[in-house]
């Protein structure tokens, strides 16, 4: 080895002696060698390893596998201060080793050097197992430990499983049953449970075996150490379940040889769809239906889609675009959850978003000190109740004053609010008059006072 106090870092390869590089045959002479584990069968035939040091005990001990990492690589870091030493570990030293990536990072903070030599890892052996072509084939890599992890953190895991199901992938590390059942429920999200699913146990080594699986009973029979899940890609039209698919199907639905109806709809032309739709979601979340509301909500969903293909068609924006804004809005105004801002309260939280809100137009070019119209974002479509409300709630925050229609004698409640209201739209109907079209007369009228006030 080069360099003094040095930790060279090599890999045992899949499980064969005949995978092992030279270079690593070469340093695995050194007078000092350090394992993660003895459980891998490449070292059964290399004898001299029964001299060499195994953290095997510390497994025991170990809270968790994060500190389980942290103290090996704190004797490694330990032993190197008193020369330089050899870390081996199974497979490929760049593949799914966790105490590798932290070895480094902790090495590189203090000042000692580390060299990892390459080697053949679980990647190369699966491949040619299953006949693969992992670039072709646009493979993904992914570590059981990851989908454990995504199975800890739910509900509150969306958007974090580490693959797409619309690609291949392979899981390392399926090393025992209640990993593989952690894995079995993070991938039964994103996949159908009867999908074939394929492992390869002991690739690369004389007992290599391939066995079919439906992935609902991947955690049924045996996995060890040496265990690889191979996921084919789903194909969109026959599972949909993610944003990507129902993507490539709308923008099917659109193409030159899509739907003749689809085709035909402009920004314009769905309007009406947009509110119908978010009238058939509020009335399915009132009925407290939790089948109708999700259908009603993927009809909603469905109108974001064509409207984001219609303009991406266009080149004003795409779906793409409308995640990057939303997501850097939601992330702007809520500093409390993701900044350094604090808010115990709804009422901080309040304070919080419209001084961001602020912000955000003295950005755009609004004047210091300069009020921003309070009616301006209540959309003219909205229902005219909706925006009475609105507009009522709003002015009396402002203090903006106006002449407030006179409220009843009685006591309100939703149930003589509702009374008084069927008793005014009675009144209307036998009077001639169209309720929806007075009150957003009315409502016009008050903006126009409210900005004549303010002139």
């Known amino acids: 080895m080069s360099g003094t106090h040095e930790i060279l870092v090599v890999g045992l390869g899949p499980g064969s002696p005949d995978l092992l590089t030279r270079e690593t045959l ?42 389980l990492y942290d103290r090996i690589v704190d004797e490694l870091l330990a032993a190197a201060r008193q020369g330089s030493l050899v870390y081996a570990v199974p497979g490929s030293p760049l593949f799914a080793e966790a105490t590798v990536r932290r070895l480094r990072q902790r090495a590189s903070q203090e000042g000692v050097p ?36 995504f199975s800890e953190r739910e509900p509150f895991a969306g958007g974090t499983l580490p693959l797409s199901n619309l690609r291949p992938a392979l899981v390392a590390q399926l090393y025992s049953k209640p990993i593989a059942s952690a894995a079995k429920l993070a991938l039964l999200t994103a996949y159908p449970p009867d999908l074939e699913v394929t492992l390869v146990a002991g690739a690369g080594t004389p007992r290599q075996a391939i066995e079919a699986r439906a992935l609902s009973e991947l955690d049924h029979g045996s996995v060890d150490h040496l265990t690889t ?14 944003s990507d698919a129902v993507r490539q199907i709308t923008a099917r639905l659109r193409a030159p040889e899509g739907c003749p109806w689809d085709r035909e709809q402009t920004h314009v032309s769905l309007t009406r769809y947009l509110i119908e739709e978010a009238y ?35 080149g004003e924006f ?3 675009d409308i995640y990057q804004t939303l997501g850097a809005k939601l992330v702007r105004r809520h500093p409390h959850v993701f900044g350094e801002a604090v808010a115990e309260t709804a009422g ?32 003219l479509s909205l229902p005219a109740l909706a925006r009475a409300q609105t507009m009522v709630r709003r002015a009396r925050a402002q203090t903006a004053g106006g002449e407030w229609p006179s409220a009843p004698a009685q006591t309100l409640n939703d149930d003589t609010l509702g009374r008084e209201l069927a008793r005014l739209v009675a009144g209307a109907e036998a009077a001639g008059l169209d309720a929806e079209q007075a009150l957003r007369r009315w409502t016009r009228a008050f903006e126009a006072a409210h900005r004549h006030r303010k002139q």
Request: charged share 25%.
């Open 229 to 242: 899940l191979y996921l084919p890609a789903v194909e969109p039209l026959a599972w949909p379940r993610s």
């Open 114 to 149: 580390v060299r990892v030599l390459p080697a053949v890892g679980f990647v190369d052996v699966v491949a040619s197992a299953l006949d693969l072509d992992p670039v072709a084939g646009n493979l993904q890599l992914v570590d059981a430990l990851d989908l454990a992890a």
């Open 348 to 379: 901080d939280v309040l304070k919080t978003w419209n001084e961001v809100k602020r912000q955000e137009r003295a950005a755009n070019g609004a004047e210091p000190g300069e009020q921003p119209e309070p009616f301006g974002e209540i959309p």
């Open 26 to 67: 070469e340093a695995l002479r050194s007078p000092r060698v350090f394992l993660r584990t003895r459980i891998h069968p490449t070292l059964d035939r290399l004898p001299e390893s029964a001299a060499w040091r195994s953290f095997d005990q510390l497994y025991e001990d170990a809270p968790d596998f994060g500190a």
């Open 280 to 314: 058939e979601a509020v009335e399915a979340l009132e009925q407290d239906e939790p089948g109708a509301v999700e259908e009603e909500l993927g009809d909603v969903l469905l109108q974001v889609f064509l409207h984001a293909q219609i303009a991406e068609e266009a």
């Open 318 to 320: 795409s779906l793409d």
